[in-house]
């Protein structure tokens, strides 16, 4: 069995080594990064599946290691920070970040955080290399006017161009091209992305959906695809 690898880049070695010990205690292989770019020097020598990373940091601070990260990779990152405001954590999930945890944190919370973004990235990416794999699935593609969504590889064209979304992203776009017409709340796109119970997280909702715009849309103010129904929350037109 597969044991996965996870990137904790943290100035404060307490913190790196109280997140090790309890995530090495769930069976993961842990590395430790102590800024940004030694971080960055990991991703490019080992096989990472998921990236905890604090804000403030010395030399590369996480928003720009993101940044960076995302050039590349569509890999989960969990954003760690001691800033608890809004528009921290706005920006933290508008490069890039697939989750928030604010500190001081309870260590089982990222422990769970952790296992639901690797669920949910592990699931998107079984089928690569898999021979069982039929014609038919490895075609799973959904196709809305000039978007065309293939859920077996993890792409998304838009007019004929390639776009690079975050795990976090895609899992929020299938889920409105799978159910055309169907307006999903804040709440329900929450509970369903990312299989847990809805809790003052529709900022966090409509942070990704903003950022989705920003990615398919030539006129985000104006969006072809993903339509607000407002007071009621998000579709798709069949």
């Known amino acids: ?136 699935q490895q075609m799973d593609i959904v196709s809305i006017e000039d978007l065309l969504i293939n859920i077996s590889t993890h792409e998304v064209i838009v007019e004929g161009r390639e776009i690079k979304l975050t795990p976090r992203e895609f899992a929020i776009l299938e889920l409105l091209a799978r159910n055309p017409g169907h307006v999903f709340s804040t709440e329900k796109i929450y509970e369903r992305v990312w299989n847990e119970p809805f809790y003052e997280s529709e900022n966090t909702v409509m942070v990704h959906i903003r950022n989705l715009r920003e990615k398919l849309e030539n006129v985000p103010r104006q969006p072809r695809y993903i339509k607000t129904v407002w007071g009621v929350g998000y579709k798709i037109e069949p």
């Open 1 to 136: 069995m597969q044991q996965e690898t996870i990137l904790i880049i943290d100035d404060e070695k307490e913190i790196r080594d109280l997140i090790g010990i309890y995530l090495t205690n769930e069976g993961y292989n842990v590395l430790k990064a102590a800024d940004g770019i030694e971080g960055l020097e990991y991703l490019e020598e080992c096989t990472i599946h998921l990236v905890v990373l604090d804000i403030m940091m010395p030399r590369l601070d996480g928003i720009q290691a993101c940044m960076k990260i995302r050039e590349s990779r569509n890999l989960p990152i969990i954003m760690l920070s001691a800033k608890s405001q809004d528009m921290d954590k706005i920006m933290g999930l508008t490069t890039g970040a697939d989750d928030y945890v604010t500190k001081p944190f309870q260590p089982l919370e990222l422990v769970a955080r952790v296992k639901s973004q690797l669920r949910r990235y592990l699931r998107l990416n079984q089928m690569d290399g898999n021979p069982q794999i039929n014609t038919a």
